[in-house]
Nanobody
């Protein structure tokens, strides 16, 4: 059974940083691209960032580019999202997801999802 468990969320002031982690089990982690998505209250789920299985390719939403960095450690079956210069509008539940094949920006193409971790940025 596949499990994706997010951690690292919390409350931070605007301008601060957080590092989210996603621990994966039950799948051959190194064969999956990993993505981060978020959903703010009243909003649709939106793409944040993704990284290819090898880590060689990364993708970002325009809204987070240059502020967020996605990475992965295939030896530890973990993915990370370093979030810097956080803004109030980054407040959302953040989800990690695993994609075996497909378009990394498209949520519906992901195979597995975590339960999410809350990120709250105070202005």
């Amino acid at each position: 059974q596949v499990h994706l468990v997010e951690s690292g969320g919390g409350l931070v002031q605007a301008g601060g940083s957080l590092r989210l982690s996603c621990a994966a089990s039950g799948l051959t982690f190194s064969t999956y691209a990993m993505g981060w998505f978020r959903r703010a209250p009243g909003n649709e789920r939106e793409f944040v960032a993704a990284i290819s299985w090898s880590g060689g390719d990364t993708y970002y939403a325009d809204s987070v580019k240059a502020r967020f960095t996605i990475s992965r450690d295939n030896a530890k079956n973990t993915a990370h999202l370093q979030m810097n210069s956080l803004k109030f509008e980054d407040t959302a539940v953040y989800y990690c997801a695993a994609l075996y094949s497909g378009r990394p920006r498209e949520a519906h193409e992901y195979d597995y999802w975590g339960q999410g971790t809350q990120v709250t940025v105070s202005s």
